[in-house]
């Protein structure tokens, strides 16, 4: 006989059909959500080429005359087309002797020439093929003692910045990148006894950097990485 003191037996959680299809949703958001922008971002990048490209190519070059249809991603064949004949020109001595032409024209203008230097600058850094690179990634104490920050050794300290009195020890230049953008950080040269270089490679470590911690090298799918000093 129960008493108005005896509590009730706990009743079995039921499993919530909300619940199960949320986590659901959630999981296929994960699945599809990069699939769907990178062909959206690509197919908008097409058809802002064709858009720029396809009104200069003359209409007898143009197959959509033959065949009546206007394909996608023509103007992307002649743009490719179109720069793979100038690169080939730049490189033999008309072409070379053509450029420091223009360019010393470029360099009378005084407004052209400041826009012209700073968008030839970042081409060459980002599309110039060169052996330039970041050396390996590293771990400094940054911005104080006891915090470690992951960064990117590009060179051995050189010029003035080396032969400065108290920079007479061997520095390095470390590139410090922001998260989760890693193309925009902080310059800083350090002293290579202050420089933990890492076994990862460049890319895990920027994979690392835009993830903000929570894509480790050799993680798997499952949360769980392999190798030395990873998760089991």
């Known amino acids: 006989m129960n008493t108005p003191f005896d509590e009730e037996p706990p009743q079995p959680k039921k499993p919530r059909l909300f ?3 949320r986590a659901s949703f959630l999981t296929g958001l994960v699945v599809i959500a990069p699939v769907g922008l990178t062909i959206w971002l690509m197919w ?7 858009g720029v490209v396809l009104p200069l190519v003359p209409y007898n070059f143009n197959p959509e005359k033959y065949i009546g249809i206007n394909l996608r991603g023509v103007g992307v064949i002649f743009f490719l087309i179109f720069t793979v004949f100038v690169g080939w020109v730049a490189k033999g001595l008309i072409g070379r002797s053509l450029i420091a ?30 052996e330039r690179s970041f050396e390996k990634a590293c771990l400094i104490q940054y911005p104080r003692k006891g915090i470690w920050a992951i960064g990117f050794i590009s060179t051995t300290a050189k010029g003035e910045v080396a032969a400065h009195p108290e920079t007479a020890n061997e520095m390095l230049s470390v590139f410090l990148p922001t998260t989760p953008n890693p ?8 002293p290579r006894e202050d420089v933990i270089e890492l076994k990862m490679s460049i890319e895990d470590a920027a994979k690392l950097v835009i993830s903000a911690g929570l894509v480790y090298p050799g993680q798997n799918g499952n949360g769980k990485t392999n190798g030395n000093g990873n998760r089991a």
């Open 19 to 21: 619940g199960g299809l």
């Open 44 to 50: 908008s990048v097409i058809g802002w080429i064709d």
């Open 101 to 130: 032409y223009a360019e010393s024209l470029v360099e009378r203008m005084p407004v052209v020439r400041t826009i012209y230097s700073g968008i030839k600058q970042i081409s060459e850094t980002v599309f110039a093929q060169s």
């Open 183 to 190: 193309t925009s950080g902080f310059l800083l040269f350090v």
